[in-house]
């Protein structure tokens, strides 16, 4: 087994700003971010794989239940391209952060990235 050479990950993980509701929170993390982000044209350039991860309140009280430590955000995003030099593009350019970037703080704190090499482990 090893890690894929081919396509590289940044995970971001996102926190809903004070005062946000869940329900504006979800609303704009499923239809306005995507819109916005499979707008910019670095975007269209650059990423292979836009995927999103939605809190479940239910499981991760279950989780802390069963004394298992939870992540403390509400969302996570999967972002793939080919190169780390690729995803650096998007996330570093006027484009995103005039748009993009502008546009979430104003439903979420400054998210957590996580840039990560990735190996297949089960695929059913």
Do not use: C
């Given at each position: 087994?090893?890690?894929?050479?081919?396509?590289?990950?940044?995970i971001?993980?996102?926190k809903?700003?004070?005062?946000?509701?869940?329900?504006?929170?979800?609303?704009f993390?499923?239809?306005e971010?995507p819109?916005?982000f499979?707008?910019?044209e670095?975007?269209?350039?650059?990423i292979?794989?836009y995927e999103?991860?939605?809190?479940?309140?239910?499981?991760?009280?279950a989780?802390t239940?069963?004394?298992?430590?939870?992540?403390?955000?509400?969302?996570?995003?999967?972002?793939?391209?080919?190169?780390?030099?690729?995803l650096?593009e998007v996330?570093?350019?006027?484009?995103?952060?005039?748009?993009?970037g502008?546009?979430?703080?104003k439903?979420?704190?400054?998210?957590?990235m996580?840039?990560?090499?990735?190996?297949t482990?089960i695929?059913?």
């Open positions: 087994m090893s890690l894929r050479t081919d396509r590289v990950r940044i971001g993980s996102v809903r700003k004070e005062g946000v509701s869940k329900e504006e929170f979800e609303n993390w499923i239809n971010h819109k916005l499979n707008s910019l670095v975007v269209k350039r650059n292979l794989k999103q991860a939605h809190a479940n309140e239910v499981v991760s009280q989780l239940e069963s004394s298992l430590t939870v992540a403390p955000f509400d969302a996570m995003s999967i972002f793939e391209a080919p190169t780390f030099e690729a650096m996330f570093t350019s006027e484009e995103y952060k005039k748009t993009v502008a546009e979430s703080l439903y979420f704190e400054r998210g957590q996580f840039a990560a090499n990735f190996a482990i695929d059913n």
